[in-house]
């Protein structure tokens, strides 16, 4: 029986009637809004690669039927899915003319999410979740083949460094990062440089090829006590594949962290949030001789005046942390310069920093 012939045999009168050509009515418009649920598609997708931390590139797309609130999360593939571009910038916005678009770290395969308002994202997951407990439509799509990335290496203190080309999130703000900051001079010292160019800001990171392990780890330092407020000079290990939220980090960090006022060097045993992880003092002007001798269940931290320890060398500061000291695994060195928050009031001229040597002993 048709719609209209249902209406006219039905007995009840004319609110009956009214009422039956209202549910009729209700019932098409759900099937119509049914068949037109969100759709979700990657419109640049970036190229495929193994992943890590050296590289990002853009990846944006179209969303059709969104919904006020909702956004988008990003995922890159290596080996297991990353939320992107950051641990701290998880979401992407759909624009008025319902296009988004974001950095990413590199993968083999790309994902991006229409999640409802409210969802949470897992970091790192095995298997992209399904349509259906916050997540409204899914697209999913291979890296583009592409030209091997051949990463910018110095050579510092006898060892190969790797150059960060890719932004990070270091610090709690993503940062950029230009190749062009890091370079060694004729006498083999690194260089690492902040400086504007074209109105955007960049900082500079190097790290080791291969894991060193348990051992003493020294960097000799030329005067840090010139570095603006929000500027951070980082010397630390760090493991890029590490499941662990703090990725076996040990820290030496020269900063005053924004506040002019505040004690410029401290010694960490992520994360920095645990208060007996963190010790503070004032670094002095002048060459600076930092290090941490790390074994097992334990890491001493120590800085001398000048480049040279010896039984003549001045000690500056001295702290040996037992509790949280990670085990050695696939962790690598790493020395960095970046802006903590982007403070850029106080970094009106470029900042710069001067690396003597580096130095391992196991």
Same mark, same amino acid.
Request: with cysteine; aromatic share 10%.
């Given at each position: ?14 609110? !009956?009637?009214?009422? &039956? ?34 590289? &990002?590139?853009?990846?944006? $797309?179209?969303?059709? $039927? ?7 999360? =990003?995922?890159?593939?290596? %080996? ?24 990413? #770290? ?8 229409? @999640? ?6 897992? =970091? ?9 407990? $916050? ?6 799509? *291979? ?16 060892? %190969? ?9 270091? $610090? ?13 001079? /004729?006498?083999?010292? =690194? ?18 090829? #291969? ?28 493991? /890029?594949? !590490? ?6 980090? &040990? ?24 208060? *007996? ?38 000690? @500056? ?7 949280? @000291? ?37």
């Amino acid at each position: 029986m048709s719609g209209i012939a249902a209406i006219l045999s039905f007995p009840r009168g004319r609110a !009956s009637i009214v009422l &039956l050509i209202t549910s009729l009515s209700l019932a098409g418009c759900n099937a119509r809004r049914s068949s037109h649920s969100p759709s979700l598609q990657i419109t640049r997708v970036p190229p495929a690669s193994a992943g890590g931390p050296a590289r &990002l590139d853009y990846i944006e $797309g179209k969303v059709t $039927g969104a919904a006020p609130g909702q956004q988008i999360v =990003l995922y890159a593939r290596s %080996d297991v899915w990353w939320v992107q571009p950051f641990a701290n910038q998880i979401f992407t916005k759909v624009q008025p003319d319902s296009t988004w678009k974001n950095a990413t #770290h590199l993968g083999t395969d790309y994902a991006a999410l229409l @999640v409802e308002p409210g969802y949470r994202p897992a =970091l790192k997951i095995a298997t992209l979740p399904k349509v259906g407990n $916050g997540v409204v439509a899914l697209s999913v799509a *291979e890296g583009k083949a592409s030209a091997p990335i051949i990463a910018k290496t110095i050579h510092f203190s006898g060892y %190969d460094w790797v150059v960060r080309a890719a932004g990070s999130d270091r $610090g709690g703000q993503p940062n950029d990062y230009d190749p062009a900051n890091a370079w060694t001079d /004729d006498k083999g010292y =690194l260089h690492l440089r902040m400086q504007e160019h074209n109105g955007q800001w960049s900082c500079a990171e190097v790290w080791l090829k #291969h894991s060193l392990g348990f051992g003493t780890y020294r960097f000799v330092v030329q005067d840090s006590a010139h570095l603006p407020p929000s500027a951070v000079l980082g010397m630390f290990t760090f493991d /890029d594949t !590490s499941a662990d939220a703090v990725h076996d980090e &040990l820290d030496i960090e020269i900063s005053r962290w924004g506040n002019a006022k505040g004690k410029n060097a401290q010694y960490v045993v992520q994360p920095y949030y645990v208060p *007996e992880n963190v010790t503070r003092f004032e670094a002095p002007a002048g060459v600076l001789s930092h290090m941490f001798r790390w074994e097992p269940g334990n890491v001493t931290f120590r800085t001398f005046r000048g480049s040279e320890i010896g039984p003549g060398a001045r000690s @500056v500061n001295e702290h040996v942390f037992t509790s949280g @000291v990670p085990a050695s695994a696939s962790e690598t060195i790493h020395i960095d310069l970046y802006d903590y928050h982007h403070a850029s009031t106080s970094l009106q001229q470029p900042s710069e920093v001067v690396i003597e040597k580096f130095e391992f002993l196991p």
